[in-house]
């Protein structure tokens, strides 16, 4: 599939035309253009007569119809190949019309294909950065390690805890034991055993980004076979809630990736295509398909889940699920002017302003005037404030995801006198490298829930991916404040968190921007599709009602 042809065939019709203009359509060199010019004229393509001269014009011909040709040779591929093969074949320079036909055909390969195994195939915009737990920093990655690893607990949206790798477990002021379930396999056939679980939970206590976290855990040993002591003489109320998170997630270190004992165990990962397979000796139920493959597509693919044997224009289904919120932070402890309180109060205070026109950037997305803790927080009062002097610009962090939304809020910060100055940063780095936050004033983060509102929240304070943690070490209130949490029973969190959000506001540390929202589209013969983790579908359940005649 040549790429220069088909962009020459939709920038240049048949005429008059300098060999230069075409040099300069194709970003090549007038030889390399040249050259393209005679293999093409030898295929059949096309005619060139060059001018005679230097500058006079030349003519070109078409003889065939490239885009209708290569259409219909990426169409057979797509109907023939797997999806990750042809999906490239969608980047090329395709006319409006051209590339809706080849993304109806593209699309038709997702969903539930019933072959000698029943298929979920799904399509994703981007590669995983992850598969282990103590790294899944990110959504889509924390979604994967849900399918594939298990926790000793299970946290419900409403906070209860639900057995899972253990069966039973018996709590004290100081110690919780843990009973774990007999005969688990790891995905590579081996048998789980206590010590695997005390070694997992030392890296996890042990890990930069958890240290905070799991500060009131002093010890963790396996008094007999299949028994887990977990020992905070100062008291954690929250231990089997942090048990509970996707990166509490029970794994065997292996070379290449680590090994779990989830429903689902991954077959292969790369760039294109990732295939997750139904691990058949799961110590619980059994997925109801046999194989999930996520496929990369294109930025502009419609992400609609569906069974490709549907016939057209089968009806489907809406999925909504919450997808977070969006709040812009300020790092009050950084040696700027983000660090005088009245700076602070005033970027509230526009942003407050003229929070509905920003969060009307993207269409997912409503005005958030309240707070995290839906059904809970309060419209948050925000009096006017005089502007006060700015001597340099405020850096304000921009990265991918955020960009439409971050130059709206750039345009109305700078719009009420306060100078700005961009700083790029990839995704990957604004999740894993937190030195950068060092030099930025303030950026708007999105945060997704796990699961319980009250347990993430504070997570979201205390996680060390999450960008509050740092400052929150600088602010001798909230530190006090967060000390409150390992002595407050569980049901109890809701009015700390609560104060603690306050206090955030009061500060002008957090700003709420926007809460999100999705609707997924399904064809309506997928079944039992529930939300599960982070807003994500739990796939282990889905399955196609068969059509019988």
């Known amino acids: 599939m040549d790429t220069y042809l088909l962009t020459l065939w939709r920038s240049v019709p048949s005429g008059t035309i300098k060999q230069k203009e075409l040099a300069e359509v194709l970003h090549l060199s007038t030889k390399q253009t040249a050259r393209y010019i005679q293999k093409w004229s030898t295929e059949g393509w096309l005619t060139f007569t060059s ?48 590339k809706q036909r080849l993304l109806n055909t ?18 994703k915009r981007h590669s995983f950065l992850t598969m282990h737990p103590l790294e899944a920093a990110d959504v889509g990655s924390a979604n994967i390690v849900a399918n594939i690893f298990n926790r000793l607990v299970a946290v419900d949206e409403q906070g209860n805890i639900l057995p899972e790798l253990a069966h039973s477990w018996d709590m ?63 008291g954690c109320s929250y231990c089997l809630h942090m048990l509970g998170t996707m990166n509490a997630s029970i794994y065997k270190e292996r070379k290449d990736s680590p090994l779990g004992t989830g429903c689902f165990y991954v077959r292969d990962d790369h760039e294109s295509k990732t295939t997750l397979v139904a691990f058949k000796d799961y110590f619980g139920e ?57 700076i602070r109060d005033y970027v509230h205070y526009v942003i407050a302003k003229h929070r509905h026109h920003i969060s009307q950037v993207d269409a997912r997305t409503l005005p958030n005037n309240q707070g995290c803790l839906i059904g809970h927080s309060q419209t948050y009062p925000i009096p006017k404030v005089k502007r006060p002097e700015f001597s340099t610009p405020l ?44 030099s930025i004033d ?40 967060l000390a409150d949490y390992a002595h407050t029973p569980f049901e109890d969190w809701t009015t700390l968190n609560l104060k603690v959000e306050r206090a955030l506001l009061d500060a002008s540390i957090m700003i709420p921007l926007y809460y999100a929202k999705r609707q997924i589209p399904f064809s309506a013969d997928l079944m039992n599709i529930n939300i599960k983790h982070f807003g994500y579908i739990d796939f282990s359940k889905v399955w196609v009602r068969p059509t019988i005649e």
């Open 51 to 98: 001018g005679l001269g230097r500058g006079n014009v030349s003519t070109l011909l078409w003889l065939k119809n490239v885009e209708t040709i290569f259409e219909e040779q990426v169409t057979r591929m797509i109907v023939e190949e797997p999806v990750e093969l042809s999906r490239k074949y969608l980047e090329l320079d395709w006319s409006a019309d051209s």
């Open 286 to 342: 059994r997925p109801l398909i046999d194989l999930v493959e996520f496929v990369q597509v294109p930025e502009d693919f419609e992400v609609m889940y569906r069974s490709a044997t549907q016939i057209k224009d089968q009806p489907t289904f809406q999925v909504k699920s919450d997808s977070g919120f969006g709040v812009v932070i300020m790092n009050s402890f950084r040696n700027s002017a983000i660090r005088r309180k009245e």
């Open 395 to 438: 850096v304000v962090k921009i990265v991918n995801y955020m960009q439409k939304t971050t130059m709206c809020l750039k345009e109305v910060l700078e719009k009420e006198g306060i100078p700005i100055e961009l700083k790029q940063v990839s995704f990957a780095d604004n999740l894993y490298d937190d030195s950068g936050n060092q």
């Open 172 to 234: 004290t002021s100081s110690k919780l034991r843990l009973y774990v379930k007999k005969d688990v396999q790891f995905h590579d056939g081996s048998i789980l055993i206590a010590e695997d679980i005390v070694t997992c939970l030392n890296e996890l206590r042990n890990h930069p980004q958890f240290q905070e976290l799991w500060a009131p855990i002093q010890h963790i040993n396996t008094p007999a076979p299949l028994v887990i002591d977990i020992h905070f003489p100062d």
């Open 442 to 481: 303030l950026f708007i983060h999105g945060e997704i829930f796990e699961m319980n509102q009250n347990f993430s929240f504070f997570q979201f304070l205390k996680n060390g991916y999450s960008p509050l943690a740092a400052i929150l070490k600088n602010e001798p209130t909230l530190n006090r404040y």
């Open 106 to 123: 593209f699309r038709s390969k997702f969903g539930y294909l019933q072959t000698s195994n029943d298929k979920l195939v799904i399509p």
